[in-house]
């Protein structure tokens, strides 16, 4: 099966300018999670989507990121304006929690630097 | 809140010694337990994982996990790495059957020729 797509992979941008990441699950999954992932940290949960409802964003900030997923496939993750501390690996991760709860299949990531 | 620690960020050794990676956490109900492993430009997978049952639990390559509850631990081995393990290796944990996961820090395996 096609794994978890994500784009860009690598990203630079001034801080105060904005970003977006894109990510495609894989097909039928119906849970959709991103992560940040700070060098020499694990995986942060930002934002986890049910088909197109948020489960969970209680770690996002939402003064300045955004993320949406039209239709309950793809989403879209938005960072405006970045900050310097934004600099990440972005992780997209799907799962079906229906047949293989606690699987998360991972995307490559997109790695943000903010100059 | 729940935490997951990782008692080494970094483990060099030599290949076919043995490797033990500790993981604990904080949460005093029923969790669910995993490893996932990235190795070098690759993305995360998984290793293995835990829900119930036998606490010893078998997953690729030849790598084990114990679940001591009693210890809040679950600690992963291999009795001989080899060159490919290198990797970094992350413990987590979900408290719910919403699948919410809170991954530890990471632990950076070198295994040296």
């Known amino acids: 099966e096609a794994g978890v797509a994500q784009s860009p992979r690598y990203k630079i941008i001034e801080k105060r300018q904005s970003v977006a990441f894109w990510c495609n699950p894989i097909?039928?999954?119906?849970?959709l999670y991103w992560y940040q992932q700070i060098l020499g940290q694990g995986p942060k949960l930002l934002i986890q989507?049910?088909?197109?409802?948020?489960?969970?964003d209680s770690q996002l900030p939402k003064d300045r990121f955004s993320a949406e997923r039209l239709k309950g496939v793809d989403s879209t993750l938005k960072i405006q304006p970045a900050k310097l501390e934004d600099s990440a690996v972005y992780l997209c991760?799907?799962?079906?929690?229906?047949?293989?709860?606690?699987?998360?299949?991972f995307g490559e990531g997109s790695r943000l630097t903010v100059l | 809140a729940q935490s997951v620690s990782q008692h080494n960020h970094h483990v060099i050794l030599s290949e076919a010694a043995s490797l033990e990676l500790g993981c604990n956490y904080s949460y005093g109900g029923t969790v669910n337990l995993f490893w996932y492993v990235q190795y070098p430009g690759q993305h995360l997978q998984l290793l293995l994982k835990y829900f119930s049952g036998d606490p010893l639990v078998k997953g690729i390559k030849g790598f084990e996990a114990e679940f001591i509850k009693s210890k809040f631990s679950f600690n992963l081995r291999k009795p001989s790495v080899q060159w490919s393990d290198t990797a970094e290796y992350f413990c987590a944990v979900t408290t719910d059957s919403w699948g919410k996961f809170q991954f530890g820090a990471g632990t950076q395996v070198v295994v040296t020729p």
């Open positions: 097909s039928g999954h119906a849970t």
């Open positions: 991760a799907s799962s079906d929690l229906a047949s293989r709860v606690g699987e998360l299949f």
């Open positions: 989507f049910q088909n197109n409802g948020v489960v969970d």
